[in-house]
């Protein structure tokens, strides 16, 4: 069955770019919204975005200037790069699969990355 | 920008209990309204879409309901597993394609 995997720093500086990506195994990444979504500790779910294996992107629009999303399809995997950082950028960053048959809604996430903006 | 309000904030309740939780949004969100449960350390799992139809291996328990701005995602019968957070989800149709997810709801045992 299809499975995602979150990689990336555990570590940014601030003021700097915070860069993940995210392994589709299992399955096509072709056909599917790619999803990005975070939750600091102890909070909600806050969606970033997601990308298209066109490159179609949509963003959240309060974080919108700061993140670019893509897809390598030769390679299964999508990537999240959110600039200028800061210590509310921390949190557990998800991956997810928008399926449009189920009105986009989540139905595959990956495990999670904890991701600390510290100096 | 639409925001979902999600109540009560946390439930309190014994199993075999039925659990009914509501998500309001600011305007219409139309069908598309998903409901996800989180527990602690996991990814969350998709419960609902489209308001009212169940995901793939979702106990038949679970069920959702609701329209224009108002949806219900109600628990027949609370098992021990079901003890969780709760997020409601909408997908705008302007601007397109952007999502905004409730601040949860806590299920916890009484």
């Known amino acids: 069955q299809v499975q995602l995997q979150e990689s990336g720093p555990g570590l940014v500086k601030p003021s700097e770019t915070l860069s993940l990506t995210c392994t589709v195994s299992g399955g096509s990444i072709s056909s599917y919204y790619w999803n990005w979504i975070r939750q600091p500790a102890g909070k909600g779910l806050e969606w970033i975005g997601r990308v298209y294996n066109s490159g179609y992107t949509n963003y959240n629009p309060s974080l919108n200037s700061r993140v670019t999303m893509s897809v390598d399809t030769s390679k299964n995997k999508f990537s999240l790069r959110l600039s200028s950082v800061t210590a509310a950028d921390t949190a557990v960053y998800y991956c997810?699969?928008?399926?449009?048959?189920?009105?986009?809604?989540?139905?595959?996430w990956g495990q999670g990355t904890m991701v600390t903006v510290s100096s | 920008e639409i925001v979902l309000t999600q109540s009560p904030a946390t439930l309190s309740l014994s199993p075999g209990e039925r659990a009914t939780l509501s998500c309001r949004a600011s305007?219409?969100?139309?069908?598309?309204l998903a409901w996800y449960q989180q527990k602690p350390g996991q990814a969350p799992r998709l419960l609902i879409y489209d308001t009212s139809n169940r995901a793939t291996g979702v106990p038949a328990r679970f069920s959702g309901r609701g329209s224009g701005t108002d949806f219900i995602l109600t628990i027949s019968s609370l098992e021990p597993e079901d003890f969780a957070v709760y997020y409601c989800?909408?997908?705008?149709?302007?601007?397109?394609?952007?999502?905004?997810f409730g601040p949860g709801t806590k299920v916890d045992i009484k």
């Open positions: 305007q219409s969100v139309s069908s598309y």
């Open positions: 997810a699969r928008g399926l449009e048959r189920l009105g986009n809604a989540f139905d595959i």
């Open positions: 989800q909408q997908r705008s149709n302007w601007p397109r394609g952007i999502f905004t």
